[in-house]
Structures are given as C-alpha cells and as structure tokens.
C-alpha cells in the first residue's frame, strides 16, 4: 500500500506472510500478535489455517480511507505517496518514538 502504515492484528487462526518481496523473510503470524507495516513494504498471505482474520487500523492524520493495492515494483507518483505519507511520532505498539 502507497498511502499509509497499517496495524494489524491477527484476532484468529494464523498464517504464513512474506515480507519485503520474493526473497523476503517468511513469518508465523498467530492469534495475539501486532504487526506494523511501513507504506510500500511489500507483504503477501502465503497460508493460513483456523480461520486466519486480522483487524487493521490505520491512521487518522493524512490518510482518506481508502487501501490501494501495490504490485511489483512502485512507479514514480506511487514513490511520492509512499514519500509523503504521515509517519507517527510514537510507535503505536510500544509507545516509543519513531
């Protein structure tokens, strides 16, 4: 995604997810864990089991509402998105600052 962080949390079942790309590490995402994902890093569900459901938030400041969806490489107006999206002072997770 271009236009914001997102939070997530997995409220059920778990799953395998793919970050940074082909390549990328592979992570055990389960029920209870948090993950913060930069705008334009790469992530993809690669399996889940027990009725894998993550909750998202998202923040309020510069952000309209809406998820875009990234594929492959980022063009240029994409860059920019990613550039200027608003970065939170504080960690959402930890409250430590960014």
Aim: glycine fraction near 16%.
């Amino acid at each position: 995604h271009t236009k914001a962080w997102e939070l997530l949390l997995c409220i059920r079942g778990q799953a395998q997810v793919q970050f940074g790309g082909d390549g990328g590490p592979i992570v055990d995402v389960g029920r209870g864990d948090l993950v913060l994902i930069p705008p334009g890093m790469a992530h993809i569900q690669l399996d889940d089991k027990g009725g894998f459901s993550l909750l998202g938030s998202y923040p309020k400041e510069g952000f309209d509402g809406h998820i875009d969806g990234l594929r492959g490489r980022p063009t240029t107006e994409q860059r920019e998105r990613i550039k200027s999206c608003y970065v939170p002072e504080r960690n959402p997770i930890f409250n430590l600052d960014m």
